[in-house]
């Protein structure tokens, strides 16, 4: 056995020698960012190795790593194996997230109750919002939200499903396991805090993604990640809630919404039943973007659906300098001939760039010409030297790069730039498909309707200056929040929300767009960048 000390809290785990050191500080739940989930990808699991021994630095460490952390001993924890004991110092916090917890609620006919108490629960990828509810009033008493604690198994669903495969034993029950505690901790806080007895709990009522819902079930995950992409279930689930671990009373139901499909979960039925969009008799556009782009279009009475990979960009990750949208994250950017001007969450000092911040690095940039609409840097050659452009810009070899911020040093790749393209390209292609099924034109559409914890923080000139959205829709965007809490409270609350929820999921018409006619010319035009004018 071997000795792995933390040098910030003096504290030691042990593990077996030749094991990887990611893994073990992940198993003794110590933080370390791993976005790519081991795979020696993104670069960012970084810890400092202060004495001992382990495995030597693979080609692929040196490349990802600068060489200035090489010299100062930092390694990538998923790339390096513990072979006898160390000592290590993490480098990188746990930040306090912003996480959204309120949306639109339309008016509905709530059930009569005497007494008791209800919860909500919204589980997305990322985040994981708990409401307890006085069901007697429909009052909202008190609620907690979380970073999904699956993390550790991967930033995205595939990386989850990826885990299952690699650890056909145990990954199902680990990941349930996760997302059951975290629920249990959250009822817990939010009980308290109001004063309430979690034994008075009489119904709890959960939204969430397709595989997330798998996972919180205990459900097998990987046949939605593979073709032809068929979850285990769609219908709703009802069961006792202490079934799968949740802690309540010992009569407390469990009410899962109904899905569509693999990719067009409970949390995209629950937002398209409270946007009413089964009630709309004009051309609209429901939207959740995220690591996942799913899009609802409601035309002549019909639902059409589609689900696009827009990639974890989108999240702040897959970006060198991206982070999720947390205490320091820039979330907003101007370039100026004065200066670079940055927002940042919680107004900290910058330590990374978020979702809604490299879709407005990425704007400014197009604006002011650094990045053509092809998605390519502007040569550094081709401007003056008195063009207050011209110090932002560097080459790293043969890559041109943009420096947002020296200290620390954040930069925008041309990596970077491309993997907001493709998310762009997955978003407004999904966008046209639908349009071009129900036969109608972009601006044929009455109102746009943005859901979710990302999209809420997306103004309309970085969606439309990205080309995510075309202009012409620029002033018909409302924002509905987070309406994946609000369709599962609708259900607490109302029998009747339940079996129209459950119809309303019957009557969605879902598309593959990979099967769709023509789609890779779609895609390949809808990665274009909208053009400025000088």
Do not use: W
Not at 83 to 92: H, M, R, Y
Not at 147 to 157: C, F, R, T
Not at 366 to 393: A, M, N, Q, S
């Amino acid at each position: 056995m071997a000795e792995i000390k933390i040098r910030q809290t003096g504290k030691s785990l042990y593990c077996e020698e030749g094991t990887n050191l990611l893994r073990n500080l992940l198993d003794a739940g110590i933080f370390v960012d791993n976005p790519c989930n081991g795979k020696g990808i993104c670069g960012k699991c970084k810890v400092k190795i202060l004495s001992g021994e382990v495995s030597s630095m693979s080609e692929t460490e040196e490349k990802l790593l600068k060489p200035e952390e090489i010299k100062e001993g930092i390694r990538l924890s998923c790339m390096t194996e513990v072979l006898g004991d160390i000592e290590v110092e993490t480098l990188q916090k746990e930040r306090k997230h912003e996480v959204l917890t309120k949306g639109y609620m339309p008016d509905f006919q709530k059930d009569e109750y005497n007494n008791g108490y209800g919860i909500v629960i919204d589980i997305g990828t990322t985040t994981v919002v708990t409401a307890l509810i006085e069901l007697a009033t429909g009052k909202e008493l008190a609620n907690a939200s979380m970073i999904n604690a699956q993390k550790h198994y991967g930033l995205d669903v595939l990386t989850r499903i990826t885990y299952e495969y690699e650890h056909p034993d145990s990954g199902v029950r680990q990941l349930q396991e996760a997302i059951v505690n975290s629920i249990n901790s959250m009822i817990e806080e939010a009980c308290q805090e109001a004063s309430v007895d979690k034994k008075e709990i009489r119904e709890i009522d959960v939204a969430a993604n397709c595989t997330m819902m798998h996972m919180l079930l205990g459900v097998d995950a990987r046949s939605i990640g593979k073709s032809p992409y068929r979850p285990e279930f769609t219908e709703a689930q009802e069961l006792l809630a202490k079934e799968i671990g949740i802690e309540a009373a010992e009569d407390t139901r469990l009410y899962c919404l109904p899905q569509v499909s693999a990719y067009i979960g409970a949390d995209i039925v629950a937002g398209t039943y409270v946007c009413e969009l089964q009630k709309e008799t004009g051309n609209v556009l429901f939207i959740d973007i995220g690591t996942n782009g799913e899009i609802v279009l409601a035309s002549r009475g019909r639902l059409l659906c589609c689900s696009c990979a827009a990639g974890p960009a989108l999240e702040g990750m897959n970006i060198s300098s991206g982070i999720r949208a947390a205490e320091g994250a820039i979330e907003d950017v101007k370039i100026t001939e004065q200066g670079i001007k940055l927002q940042t969450i919680g107004n900290q000092k910058p330590a990374g760039i978020c979702g809604s911040g490299i879709l407005a690095v990425v704007k400014e940039l197009l604006r002011t010409g650094i990045v053509k609409k092809t998605g390519v840097f502007v040569k550094k050659e081709k401007l003056k030297e008195d063009d207050y452009r011209y110090p932002y810009i560097r080459l790293n070899g043969t890559k041109r790069e943009f420096i947002l911020h020296e200290d620390p040093e954040l930069l925008v790749t041309q990596g970077d730039v491309r993997q907001v393209q493709l998310a762009k390209g997955a978003i407004l292609s999904g966008f046209i498909a639908l349009l071009n099924k129900a036969g109608i034109r972009m601006e044929d559409l009455d109102k746009v309707m943005i859901a979710g914890q990302f999209g809420a923080h997306l103004p309309a000139e970085s969606l439309v200056g990205t080309g995510i959205l075309p202009k012409e829709l620029e002033h018909k965007l409302v924002y509905v929040g987070n309406s994946s809490k609000t369709g599962a409270y609708m259900t607490l609350m109302s029998r009747k929300v339940k079996k129209e929820v459950e119809e309303l999921a019957e009557k969605m018409e879902y598309m593959e767009l990979a099967e769709t006619e023509n789609y890779e010319r779609i895609f390949s035009e809808s990665m274009i960048f909208p053009s400025f004018s000088s």
